[in-house]
């Protein structure tokens, strides 16, 4: 019985990490096109 618990322990750990690594992903992707759009309209601002 022990050792369901610990391999289930893991498994919601792993989980837990992957899904945070996919949300700092997800919002680093955010951030990242953010940052690219104020800096073209920044630069569209400069040109015109």
């Known amino acids: 019985m022990c050792w369901v618990m610990r391999c289930s322990a ?4 792993s989980g837990f990490c ?7 992903e997800f919002l680093g ?7 690219t ?3 073209f309209s920044c630069a569209a601002a400069v040109l015109h």
């Open 10 to 13: 893991v498994f919601l750990v």
């Open 18 to 24: 992957r899904l945070l690594v996919f949300a700092a």
């Open 29 to 35: 992707a955010i951030l990242w096109v953010q940052t």
């Open 37 to 39: 759009l104020a800096v």
